[in-house]
């Protein structure tokens, strides 16, 4: 394939991108991976569009020679220490987590020496660093079928997302150790403001994620993962609901639902931070780009990746697809 390296992406149109995308996706071997929260844009162009644990699983079983992640930089990180012999690639290796970065490597050593004899559940929104401190990484979609085959006798940390842990743990009815890290997009969400949105809209249902905190959870007619949420509005009869969660799933949930209503959960006025800015800095252009100049290529240390890939390998197999 010849491209006119005269033409800059800014002076490409959408259908131009599209195109020459796809060509060197088949130039270059390359599967692109979309998680749910990024721009409609990107979910159209993506090989696959999912959920944490899907991408990782789409990422531990592809014979594509390159691996394009379109999601926050754990998420590219996690790709490449399944995938140590490919090329993984990132259109903007800036868009990292916040909820990542609330947990740093030597505070939760310090942390987890603090409960000996504790087994560490961390949540994938994590580092290289954090999985390699960990005994099994979970998803949204996987941690309470996780966390059920461990023995009631058997002490958990569970981290970083409080909200989360404090979810599964009430729902299991078993304490855990929880590390105070939190999603900022879905700690937003106040009990006020969605409560004024149940007001407003009295024939839609609330669904909503489990990082959310509890006194919004409380009032959900359901609660899972970004994923679950989607299955959840797909095979609903209700006609109408509130999206408790990052609204980029909404693009999703209309393309399989087109009769049915979504409405983004509103932002508290005092905090109004409903949108992962983060997910939103993978755009058609950088994508195009990292995968004109193959890069910015994510890497990993082998050390660091050997240390950090059984948490991960576990999961994978203690959640079979």
Not at 51 to 56: G, M, N, P, Y
Not at 175 to 199: P, T
């Amino acid at each position: 394939m010849t491209i006119d390296l005269a033409s800059t992406s800014d002076s490409l149109s959408r259908e131009e991108l599209f195109r020459r995308i796809n060509a060197l996706k088949k130039e270059m071997n390359a599967l692109v991976l979309a998680h749910y929260y990024t721009l409609p844009e990107i979910q159209q162009v993506a090989d696959i569009v999912g959920d944490s644990l899907a991408l990782a699983r789409a990422a531990e079983k592809t014979d594509a020679d390159v691996i394009v992640f379109a999601g926050v930089y754990f998420m590219a990180e996690t790709a490449k220490i399944i995938n140590p012999g490919k090329l993984v690639l990132m259109p903007d290796a800036r868009a990292g987590c916040p909820l990542a970065d609330s947990c740093p490597a030597e505070e939760f050593r310090r942390f987890k020496a603090e409960h000996p004899g504790a087994l560490v559940i961390t949540y994938i929104n994590s580092t290289a660093e954090i999985k390699a401190l960990s005994d099994i990484t979970c998803t949204s979609s996987n941690a309470e079928e996780i966390i059920r085959q461990i023995p009631l006798s058997q002490p958990i940390i569970f981290g970083p997302d409080r909200n989360l842990g404090g979810y599964l743990a009430k729902k299991l009815g078993r304490e855990m150790i929880l590390w105070q890290g939190y999603c900022y997009v879905h700690d937003e969400f106040s009990e006020s403001s969605v409560l004024n949105a149940c007001r407003e809209y009295p024939d839609a249902e609330l669904i909503a994620h489990p990082e959310c905190r509890e006194e919004v959870l409380r009032h959900a007619s359901f609660i899972g993962s970004t994923k679950a949420l989607l299955h959840y509005t797909v095979n609903s009869p209700v006609q109408t609901f509130i999206i408790a969660t990052e609204p980029g799933i909404i693009y999703e949930m209309q393309k399989l639902s087109p009769r049915k209503t979504f409405i983004p959960a509103p932002k508290d006025p005092g905090n109004p931070r409903t949108l992962c800015t983060q997910m939103k800095q993978n755009t058609l252009e950088k994508l195009y780009l990292c995968m004109l100049n193959r890069k910015p290529e994510i890497l990993v240390d082998e050390t660091l990746r050997l240390a950090s890939l059984g948490s991960i390998q576990r999961m994978l197999e203690m959640s079979p697809a």
